[in-house]
């Protein structure tokens, strides 16, 4: 049996958040879901609304927040480059400000807290795959540089407040995740193509196709990120999080083509400026120390987001015009 805690998922109402709070509720925790619903939705949490076990509360965390829990999942903070670089400076505030004040938050209750940090703190990586160790290729000053700088400062607070404060952190390197209830408008690549295809329109590859992701499906993702959490030693990481199998996008495209059945064409975009060439987490690190790995492949995870989708899209046909 294990002990019953009190939560806070900040961003919870976002994607991941949603499926963390879920996920807590399901093993018994208590959980305080806190979102400003900038880019999450309450539509992804309404079926938890009735649970007495779960609480909404609408707040922006780059301002003070003083509640009481056990830990402190910190996940606010939009993720896809076409939301974060919408308000970039806002971006840099939630990743920043944000940080402080869980952290203040964490220090004061003497809380567990773990940041949903990225692989984004590694730019276009020199080294690849990529280990814990690897200090990364950041543009300081380009258009993803409010997230990526961001996510940065947002660590080194993280291990300051550690090495200052004694805190018990965790901080998480997540890589692309996807999965039922990313947003549809979200512009990254898996709700983009899946879309695309379900709609019959013209699937987008920016650039010829050639650049690598590592796509890591959200259910892996919800259980690595409580493994690390729940880890007893003192281990603040950080911790690579995500599926070491690596695609092209253009490969990313085809099986979305076939998995959906689609007579959609490709076409190609322009690559947006900065955008990583490469990208492949080493998760020697977390099979080590948490004894996980992703189980999920990718043609499974492409399908249940693809029934996913088509729920939404049949939603959206059912509406009636105003
Ligand atoms: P998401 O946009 O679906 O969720 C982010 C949530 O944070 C949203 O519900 C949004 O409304 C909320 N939010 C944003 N700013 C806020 C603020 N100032 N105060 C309160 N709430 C705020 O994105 P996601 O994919 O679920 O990402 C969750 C976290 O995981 C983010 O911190 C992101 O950086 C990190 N991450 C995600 C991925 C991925 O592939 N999904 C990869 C690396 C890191
Ligand atoms: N803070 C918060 N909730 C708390 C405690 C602190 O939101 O329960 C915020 C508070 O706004 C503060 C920040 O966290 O500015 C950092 O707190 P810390 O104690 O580290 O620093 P200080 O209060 O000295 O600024
Ligand atoms: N991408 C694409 N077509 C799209 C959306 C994205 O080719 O419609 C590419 C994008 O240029 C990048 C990769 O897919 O190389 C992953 O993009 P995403 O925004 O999902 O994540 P990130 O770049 O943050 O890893």
Redesign the pocket.
């Known amino acids: 049996m294990h002990r019953k805690k009190r939560v806070l998922v ?2 919870g ?5 949603s499926h963390i709070c879920e996920s807590l509720l399901t093993k018994g925790h208590e959980v305080l879901c ?7 939705g309450k539509e992804n949490i309404l079926h938890l609304r009735d649970n007495p076990h779960f609480e909404l509360l609408r ?4 301002f003070p927040l003083y509640v009481e829990v056990d830990e402190i999942y910190s ?6 480059p076409i ?1 974060y670089q919408q308000d970039p400076v806002q971006t840099t505030k ?1 990743a920043v400000h ?1 940080s402080i004040n869980m952290l203040g938050l964490a220090k004061r209750i003497k809380a567990k807290i773990l940041l ?4 984004e703190v590694y730019g276009d990586p020199a080294r690849h795959p990529q280990t814990e160790d690897y200090w990364g290729n950041v543009n300081p000053i380009g258009p993803r540089a409010c997230y990526d700088e961001g ?1 940065r400062c947002a660590e080194t607070l993280f291990f300051d407040y550690r090495r200052q404060h004694g805190l018990n952190i965790r901080v998480a390197r ?4 996807y999965g039922p209830r990313m ?1 549809v408008d979200d512009g990254r690549v898996v709700s983009n193509f899946i879309m695309q295809a379900l709609r019959g329109q013209p699937i987008t590859i920016y650039g010829d196709g050639s650049q690598t992701r590592s796509f890591c499906y959200v259910e892996d993702m919800v259980e690595g990120l409580q493994c690390f959490m729940n880890l007893k030693s003192d281990n603040p990481g950080p911790m690579n999080l995500g599926n070491p199998v690596e695609s092209t996008i253009r490969e990313i495209a085809e099986t979305v083509l076939r998995l959906t059945g689609s007579g959609s064409h490709i076409e190609h975009r322009p690559l947006p400026e900065n955008d990583p060439v490469q990208r492949c987490p080493d998760i020697g690190r977390a099979r080590q120390h948490l004894g996980w790995e992703p189980r999920v492949t990718l043609e499974e995870g492409l399908s249940r987001t693809i029934e996913y989708f088509r729920t939404v899209l049949n939603k959206e046909r059912a509406r009636p015009p105003f």
Not at 174 to 177: D, G, K, P
């Open positions: 900040t961003g109402a976002g994607f991941l958040g806190v979102d400003n619903f900038f880019t999450g707040h922006d965390v780059t996940l606010a903070c939009p993720a896809s939301h939630t944000g949903a940090s990225t692989s996510k997540i890589f692309n995740t947003a």
